[in-house]
């Protein structure tokens, strides 16, 4: 059974316990729902919201996500990086990404606010113009990664190597540089 389903709002719903329908999901908010460890995969959601949902762990295999806002979300260890690329466009507010990947995801001009990215794998995306405002980059993984443009200039405890990705007129704080010097070990005082 399948679902197309648009203009719809969804309150305090547990769809850990409540099954969600797969389908097709326009102009929809989600607001305070559970989908910890559900399975997306295969649905379509465009222009949709999601404010203070727990997706922790969700699947979202060959997910259709267009134009999705995620806004003060747990989203612990989900694997954007099996969505359907086709269109894949979202942006986060004030979320919990710890965990998640986005493994050769073309990203241009994504937008992360105030968001906790630890341990997330940015390998081979493109970023290009991306924002990290107010980020939280412990342990993020920036490997062969495209970051022209990017804006970390209000982002924290990242650690890239400008060897190994694409910085060109990516911004910067001067106390955040160091992030770009880990590898070589050295201290600066």
């Not at 102009?27 to 404010?51: I, M, R, V, W």
């Not at 290009?128 to 920036?142: E, G, H, P, V, Y």
Request: glycine share 4%; aromatic share 12%.
């Amino acid at each position: 059974m399948s679902a197309d389903v648009e203009n719809k709002t969804f309150n305090t719903v547990d769809f850990t316990k409540e099954s969600f329908l797969k389908g097709n999901y326009e102009n929809c908010s989600f607001n305070s729902c559970l989908f910890s460890e559900c399975d997306l995969s295969g649905t379509t959601l465009a222009d949709c919201k999601f404010e203070s949902c727990d997706l922790t762990m969700t699947k979202v295999k060959k997910a259709s996500l267009k134009g999705v806002e995620f806004t003060n979300c747990k989203m612990l260890g989900m694997r954007f990086d099996e969505c359907n690329p086709f269109l894949l466009s979202f942006e986060f507010t004030k979320c919990i990404l710890n965990l998640s990947s986005f493994y050769g995801l073309k990203l241009k001009n994504i937008r992360f606010d105030e968001c906790k990215l630890q341990d997330v794998d940015f390998t081979e995306s493109d970023l290009t113009n991306a924002a990290f405002k107010a980020c939280d980059l412990t342990r993020a993984i920036f490997n062969n990664t495209v970051l022209d443009g990017a804006d970390f200039r209000t982002a924290e405890n990242y650690s890239l190597d400008p060897e190994n990705n694409r910085i060109n007129k990516a911004r910067f704080k001067i106390d955040g540089v160091i992030g770009l010097l880990d590898k070589y070990n050295i201290r600066i005082e």
